[in-house]
């Protein structure tokens, strides 16, 4: 289990590049046969991934970091599947993940267990968790049955659809949103215009980038932003405090969760664009 703790407004101004990619950037993730988690500091939050390749994988607590038996002892979870079809046993439950289906466990499950249909397609999961007060019942969302919502213009260079898997108006979870935002053709901004989240924090995952393509991850103060270059299948860590919005080299695709104490999607605290620099 990586740790990562968060720094302060003042500090944030002084970090180097490398320095802000240690705290903020997790590129280790979808690696075969293995579950790569990262503890955050900011709202206690857990992100990892798990790709079964010819073997299941369980997902285990860290006992150092979390001091619990079991890994949803005290949590809940969402997990999205980004890769080939797969299935994830919760319990004596099994649910079957197509490609951009979702899947949210609630507290109290003993067993979780992470399984590909085929080893030369295998399954990526990708999962973000959070603290849980209590417990709420597993709940599938297939992509086909999500809840799409289109945004933006070609004109402003942001035509998107949000798809909003887990959420107030599908399932009751104590403080995990998640969900998944696809960019069409043409399209490279995302999360315009800027916001930050006073109320909780948020998780960005990007995917579906050429080998050759990044995004521009911006991040801090509107007054006084800076960036983080992001490639395939890398996240990023985004505090209540700071900004956040991406433009990349090609459209692509992005899993954001959050948590905190409010779970409505559009709880937000808009920047003017005047304001950034």
């Not at 890994?71 to 809940?76: D, G, L, S, Y």
């Not at 399984?115 to 417990?135: Q, R």
């Not at 213009?153 to 942001?158: I, R």
């Amino acid at each position: 289990m990586d740790v990562r703790y968060s720094p302060d407004r003042e500090g944030f101004q002084y970090m180097t590049t490398d320095e802000l990619r240690e705290s903020f950037l997790i590129d280790n993730l979808f690696q075969k046969n293995n579950v790569p988690m990262t503890y955050s500091d900011i709202d206690r939050s857990i992100t990892g991934s798990a790709v079964p390749s010819g073997k299941t994988l369980k997902l285990t607590a860290s006992k150092k970091e979390m001091a619990a038996k079991y890994f949803t002892e005290r949590r809940e979870v969402g997990v999205i599947n980004i890769g080939g079809k797969g299935s994830i046993r919760v319990g004596k439950k099994e649910f079957k993940m197509d490609h951009k289906d979702a899947l949210y466990i609630g507290r109290g499950n003993h067993n979780v267990e992470f399984k590909s249909a085929s080893s030369k397609d295998p399954a990526m999961f990708y999962f973000v968790s959070y603290p849980a007060h209590t417990e709420y019942p597993s709940k599938q969302v297939k992509f086909a049955k999500s809840t799409p919502v289109k945004l933006g213009s070609d004109k402003e260079c942001n035509k998107r659809t949000i798809y909003k898997y887990i959420h107030p108006g599908t399932m009751d979870t104590c403080q995990l949103v998640m969900g998944l935002t696809i960019l069409e053709q043409g399209s490279v901004w995302n999360t315009m215009p800027a916001h930050t989240h006073q109320r909780r924090s948020e998780v960005y995952m990007y995917f579906g980038l050429d080998k050759d393509a990044i995004v521009l991850h911006l991040i801090g103060e509107p007054s006084e932003t800076r960036h983080i270059i992001m490639r395939d299948k890398q996240a990023v860590l985004s505090t209540s405090w700071s900004m956040h919005a991406g433009s990349g080299t090609q459209n692509y695709n992005f899993i954001w969760a959050m948590g905190g104490e409010n779970q409505e999607f559009d709880d937000m605290d808009a920047i003017p664009m005047k304001d950034l620099k």
